[in-house]
């Protein structure tokens, strides 16, 4: 971690900037006032649950890189039901958007899982490519089916009063969907740690070979994992929609499937560790904000600081097995 | 120009990024290290590409060693990690994937900063070889391309006759077979690994400065646009060789063309479905053949010589 930002800090200050300044902005802005702590935690919901869509599936040793995709995919759905059936009550309409939006990420995931199983077609392809093809969806319905004549961007109408999530703290405004995210990583903790078909997959990820002769149906487990990775980021999108856009807004999977595998890395793999690193990463990517505001510094900077961190925790592995 | 000679001229052009990228990742999986940065570091390749030739007042060529140069650092940071330190290539690569979208805008901001009308450099142009061009049809979509077009031609025949016809192409290939067996005839397996990674990310980064010197000019964010990870579909419907790689990029090619085309010029299905395409029908071609494709014995997996038996 230190070692990533002293060298972090030699090409910052090689470039001119004022580097404790900028740490200081990096690592204090979302402490220093309650807006910039729900900023935070703003970013932290979409991190955590990408983290472990990633996370998930690494624990069977399958790699879900259509975070994406599934996250797009669960903002669709759950925009669809909220546009839809605006007219429904809230007790019926943000449950039902947020469970559509989470079984579109499932559905998003289980064509590349059931290619898997079937014929054995690796998962890294077929979940990127399935990226792509939620771009062109994502695209099509934000300028044809529910397009918003208003918008400069390609954006959709918003989705009805009923299916938007409860506020928490109204100034600044932070949404209920902190708890759903915190809920969920509890539960996921629980599952895997606590229950057979959890130490399966923690199995089937250690030694394939071991756990089907010792009668884990492996492959099936493999596209368990990679459906359930899947619903985590469709709920990403479905809490993305009904707590911050109330629409759908061409781009809003941000950078979240690269920072999402970048904690899953970072965490190695521990979903206890999972949170924890979401929760550094967001305060990360608050500070770069801020710095670029403030500095001028390229919002990408923060990306070579958090690389850093990835590759000097990946080496310390190999130091503590010599 | 008759509309299938236009439309073969372009899949020649737009072949080029594929065959590179894909020779390359051939290269690396040939010697059992598999490379899935492909997308960072054809992200990489281009902006580094890019600013090579902005800076040095529309030299192509400097920005296209640039570009190669970059994508060879990227190769000897896979080879290291994954052979010396015998770290999981998948892990590796995503990590070097991260760095490379990173590092890609990140130079670009740096050098060039926030513009409204982007920075651009001269195209490349037309190469036409003397005599050849003038055969008809064949010398307009063969004969007359830009000099990358013949690079990736010829490449992937050389690439055929060292892989099958030398001796170092078929040490390379024991060592992706069987490296405990080339081993023990005297190959340096490192070495190998070494050489062929780093040479095959060179191509990859190449691949990725084809696309602002040919089709756009200047580079923008994310200009990629999974080219990186089609092209690791590709080498595995090759079925890691060379020749299979270079038909199978005649495809890949054509959907691209036909998908930019009908996207012009409109056949009554809305565009982002057209657009679509190539990302479906590499998925749809997956599906009878993935199964039965040849791939390197070792693919994947990290050699150690101190080991008793190979898992």
Not at chain 1, 153 to 169: D, E, N, Q, R, Y
Not at chain 2, 186 to 197: D, F, I, P, Q
């Amino acid at each position: 971690m230190g070692a990533s930002f002293v060298a972090a800090g030699i090409f910052l200050g090689a470039l001119g900037f004022d580097v404790p300044r900028a740490y200081a902005t990096i690592l204090f802005t979302s402490f220093r006032t309650p807006n910039g702590f729900v900023q935070t935690l703003l970013k932290f919901i979409p991190l955590l649950l990408l983290a472990l869509s990633f996370t998930v599936p690494l624990a069977a040793w399958k790699f879900n890189i259509g975070g994406e995709g599934q996250l797009l995919a669960g903002a669709i759905g759950s925009a669809a039901v909220g546009i839809l059936l605006s007219g429904l009550p809230a007790f019926l309409l943000l449950p039902l958007g947020i469970m559509t939006g989470t079984l579109s990420g499932a559905v998003w995931a289980a064509l590349p899982a059931w290619l898997l199983y079937r014929f054995g077609i690796n998962e890294i392809l077929t979940t990127v490519l399935m990226n792509f093809i939620s771009f062109g969806l994502l695209d099509y319905v934000t300028t044809e089916v529910w397009r918003d004549p208003a918008a400069g961007h390609p954006t959709s109408i918003p989705i009805g009063a009923g299916a938007h999530l409860p506020l928490l703290i109204s100034s600044p405004p932070l949404h209920a969907g902190i708890v759903v995210a915190i809920g969920v990583a509890i539960a996921i903790y629980f599952f895997i740690s606590r229950t057979t078909a959890g130490y399966e997959l923690l199995a089937t990820g250690a030694n394939p070979r071991a756990s089907l002769i010792h009668g884990i149906a492996v492959r099936r487990i493999s596209l368990l994992a990679l459906i359930l990775g899947g619903a985590l980021a469709g709920l990403a999108g479905a809490i993305e929609v009904a707590g911050v856009h109330h629409r759908l807004i061409e781009g809003m999977q941000s950078n979240y499937l690269l920072l999402g595998i970048l904690i899953g890395l970072i965490a190695r793999g521990n979903i206890l560790a999972v949170p924890f690193v979401a929760f550094s990463i967001a305060v990360l990517e608050v500070g770069a904000r801020a710095l670029q505001r403030t500095m001028m510094v390229p919002l990408e900077m923060v990306f070579i600081i958090e690389g850093l961190i990835l590759v000097f925790v990946l080496l310390s592995d190999v130091v503590r097995r010599r | 120009m008759d509309v299938f000679v236009l439309f073969s001229k372009l899949v020649m052009l737009t072949l080029v990024p594929y065959v590179l990228a894909s020779q390359g990742t051939m290269l690396g999986g040939r010697a059992g290290v598999f490379n899935v940065a492909q997308e960072g570091i054809m992200l990489a390749g281009a902006s580094v590409g890019f600013l090579g030739a902005y800076l040095s007042g529309g030299n192509l060529v400097q920005g296209a060693l640039l570009a190669m140069v970059m994508g060879g650092l990227f190769g000897l940071a896979l080879a290291y990690f994954t052979t010396t330190l015998k770290m999981d290539q998948f892990v590796i690569g995503l990590a070097l994937f991260f760095i490379g979208l990173a590092l890609s805008t990140l130079l670009y901001k740096l050098v060039v900063g926030v513009t409204l009308t982007p920075p651009l450099i001269p195209t490349l142009q037309e190469l036409p070889l003397p005599g050849l061009s003038h055969i008809p049809v064949l010398g307009e979509v063969l004969f007359k391309q830009n000099i990358l077009v013949y690079l990736a031609i010829l490449l992937s025949l050389a690439l055929y006759v060292f892989l099958y016809h030398t001796g170092p192409g078929m040490a390379l290939r024991a060592v992706g077979e069987n490296p405990m067996a080339a081993d023990s005839l005297g190959v340096n397996v490192s070495a190998m690994r070494y050489l062929a990674t780093i040479s095959g990310s060179m191509l990859i980064g190449l691949a990725g400065a084809y696309l602002p010197m040919v089709y756009t000019g200047t580079f923008t964010e994310g200009m990629v646009r999974g080219r990186g990870w089609l092209s690791i579909a590709l080498t595995f419907f090759g079925g890691w060789s060379p020749h299979l790689i270079f038909l199978g990029s005649l495809f890949f090619a054509a959907v691209e063309v036909l998908a930019f085309r009908v996207q012009v010029t409109g056949v009554g299905v809305p565009y982002q479905f057209v657009l679509m395409l190539p990302y479906v029908a590499t998925i749809l071609v997956m599906l009878p053949t993935f199964r039965r494709l040849r791939i390197p014995a070792f693919l994947g997996r990290n050699y150690d010589r101190e080991r008793r038996a190979l898992l």
